[in-house]
């Protein structure tokens, strides 16, 4: 089959979307190192990397207007170069509060990348489902090699280079990217930033029945995800009593659950409907948690380790859904506003979930989440049961 330049698109936005993907999955594992180092709780720690996911879902919809006024490359250059240099920053951070400046700093510009991105890919493939299935497994992807990538730099030379990894990873990407993608002819280029930014406009785009109710599934989905992607290892390690290196192998193994889930979720969605691929995901996601908190055998662990895994790998499914709500004109703004406002409240879960161990131990933060992903599934399975039209 000859290669097509759809083809290197989509494989390039993969590869930025690891890079961006890496650099924040390369601080959970050392979050005890990093704990350790600055004298810090875990509440502390979640609430530097709420504010890391608060800034990624804060510049999704500054991205789509980006995007919409200038071409969806030179906003993706800007997020994957802009990703490593801040990522180096971080590593030299010499007190807490300056790490949680940098770490919002990294959230900022990681961000600008995955709705301009997706919208990219709109533009170049009809199957649109497929095509965001793949470039959703650059995280999981990431979220395989950073975790033990990470955790044996940062066993042997302690948590800074582990976390200046992201640079290595993107400079090269940053270079390709740039030689190989083409400039995109902006969808509005003539259009005042000012007026994208109205509230009424925006209002009236996430109001939509469909939109909301999709909106309300993603925050609640993202939140979980959040949680997870934060405090799984250090989850495994103190409620399990694994070592962080079996710890940071079960969270690369996730990851590989997810980069597999993405794609079979997003080809589920294409074929039979968007709704069913994510019930599909938030019921695994439900059993895996609970599973996951009851189980005390390796097997059992395992198993919820998969389960959990493609809950969490619902985003191949929910993205398109909403996109099939925007017409053209209004995917670029429309979907990079939506992505904030479920970013936005999702990042909440790295804070909540170190709060409620803090308070109540490991195990019932977990099945809080596990909570959770059964209410997003009894929502969709209410509105299907029903015929809601939502």
């Not at 690891?18 to 390369?26: E, G, K, P």
């Not at 890391?52 to 800007?78: C, H, N, T």
């Not at 002819?185 to 009236?204: I, T």
């Amino acid at each position: 089959m000859r290669w097509q330049y759809r083809t290197t698109v989509l494989v390039l936005c993969l590869l930025a979307f690891f890079v961006t993907y890496f650099a924040r999955m390369a601080i959970s594992p050392v979050i005890p190192f990093i704990v350790e180092d600055f004298d810090v709780s875990n509440t502390q720690i979640g609430f530097a990397l709420s504010g890391m996911w608060l800034a990624y879902g804060l510049s999704q919809f500054p991205s789509g207007v980006l995007g919409d006024r200038y071409g969806e490359k030179p906003v993706i250059l800007l997020a994957v170069g802009g990703t490593a240099i801040a990522s180096l920053l971080l590593a030299f951070a010499p007190v807490f509060p300056v790490f949680v400046l940098f770490a919002v700093l990294l959230g900022l510009v990681a961000g600008l990348h995955y709705a301009v991105a997706t919208t990219l890919l709109s533009r170049t493939y009809d199957e649109l489902g497929r095509a965001v299935g793949i470039h959703s497994i650059g995280g999981p992807l990431a979220g395989l090699v950073a975790p033990v990538a990470a955790a044996w730099v940062g066993v042997r030379f302690g948590w800074r280079p582990a976390v200046a990894l992201a640079l290595a990873v993107g400079l090269p990407v940053f270079a390709v990217f740039a030689w190989r993608v083409r400039q995109t002819e902006p969808r509005r280029p003539d259009q005042p930033m000012r007026e994208r930014f109205e509230p009424g406009a925006l209002l009236e785009l996430v109001s939509r029945p469909a939109v909301a109710f999709t909106l309300v599934i993603a925050m609640l989905g993202t939140f979980i995800v959040q949680g997870l992607l934060t405090f799984l290892p250090t989850f495994l390690i103190e409620y399990h009593r694994y070592s962080a290196t079996v710890a940071s192998a079960a969270f690369s193994a996730f990851f590989v659950v997810r980069a597999v889930g993405q794609f079979l979720l997003g080809e589920l969605s294409d074929r039979y409907g968007r709704d069913l691929a994510i019930g599909t995901a938030m019921l695994a996601g439900t059993v895996g948690l609970f599973g996951l908190v009851a189980g005390s055998e390796r097997v059992a662990i395992g198993v919820g380790l998969l389960l959990i895994g493609l809950g969490s790998s619902f985003f191949a499914a929910l993205d398109p859904r909403f996109l099939d709500q925007f017409d053209a004109t209004e995917q670029g703004a429309g979907f990079g506003l939506v992505r904030t406002f479920y970013t936005v409240i999702g990042s909440a879960g790295s804070v909540g979930v170190g709060l409620l161990a803090d308070l109540f131990g490991w195990g019932p933060s977990f099945l809080v989440l596990a909570g959770l992903f059964s209410i997003t599934f009894l929502a969709l399975v209410t509105n299907w049961a029903f015929d809601l039209g939502y």
